[in-house]
């Protein structure tokens, strides 16, 4: 993929911070489509702030963006789209675990502009148990091919893929979650959700002092980026879903940078920056943690809110885990993204001490 800066955005580095206004103008000149039902709501949560400390969670509700079933990737492929949409393809390849938000996501956008959708997941932790996110994809009409392989082991068979609906006389478009071309534009959809959320607590009369995502690489490092470009004193915290040897502040602190460039702005991002907790990731990726099933008991009975147990039970674990332990100042505000993932909630019904 090809991400690159709109010919009209200003030549002229921009100075930061950025108003809330500017950073929106920069935003509307990329290419994109409408896939998201936005602003999402912030609610706060004013039982479920009681139960855990003397601070103020809000809940940005990306779990409501809309598109079969919502979650975070809805904002990230709006300007994903914009790309693949100029580029005059008539099929979209794509690949992650069989449980994959984001191959869900994908597909539904793919169908919104009538393009067929060749999926090659890796089997993971859920296999092919026709539930949740694979049951979507298959309702949506992908084509699906299971391997047993990695998720990171995957751009390969995703290219072979494409090469081969080539060779049939497709116009294939793959969207890759590994290339920073692909990353850093699918970026841009967590830069205007901090936009977003500044004017939702601007018209609360809230400040902003913490942002809370489950987050692997185009989230926080959306969020990051966000808030540097409007100089907000709020500290973005990552809590991990899953294990990288290397952890990941490198990798969004990358993304990040990389986004931020797009935006025409200089500013760069080191790893030292990002702030990352691994410590909430519990057995492994894709398996149900105690903690993360306290959290998600939690946030459920006392507000009527639901996480997933992949991604946001584990990040909601991560914040109850840091105000517990006295790490975050009484009275703050808190926004806790939630990233959404619950169609896979119904595959994990088992794993869930019910
Ligand atoms: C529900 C959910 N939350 C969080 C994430 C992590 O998102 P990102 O890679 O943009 O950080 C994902 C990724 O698939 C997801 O599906």
Sequence with gaps: MDARQPDDID????????????LAERL???PRVPLAHLPTPLELCPRFSRAIGDINVLVKRDDLTGLAFGGNKTRQLEFVFGEVLRSGADTIVAGAYTQSNWC????????KFGLDVSLVLAHGVKGPM????????????????????LDEELQ???EAKANALRAQGRKPFLISSFELATQSLAA???????VEIVRQLAAMGRTLDHIYVAGSEMSPAGLNVGVKALGLPTRVVSISPIAYPEGRAEEIARIATACAGLLGTNARFDPADIV????????AYGIVSDQGREAMMLLARSEGIVLDPVYTSKGMAGLIGHVRRGAITK????????????????AYAQDLGL
């Excluded at 030549?11 to 500017?22: N, R």
């Excluded at 979507?136 to 699906?144: E, N, P, Q, S, T």
């Design 104 to 111: 869900r996501q994908i597909t539904a956008a793919a169908r």
């Design 11 to 22: 030549d002229v580095m921009a100075q930061l911070p950025l108003t809330t206004e500017a």
């Design 331 to 346: 009275g703050a505000n808190i926004v806790f993204v939630h990233t959404g993932g619950l169609p896979a909630l119904f």
């Design 130 to 149: 026709l539930q949740g996110n694979l049951l979507l994809d298959r309702i949506m009409g992908a084509d699906v091919t299971i391997i047993e392989v």
């Design 188 to 194: 841009l959809g967590y830069v205007e959700a901090v």
């Design 156 to 158: 390969p068979h995703l």
């Design 28 to 30: 509307a000149k990329f």
């Design 276 to 283: 990352v907790d691994d410590a909430y990731i519990g057995e």
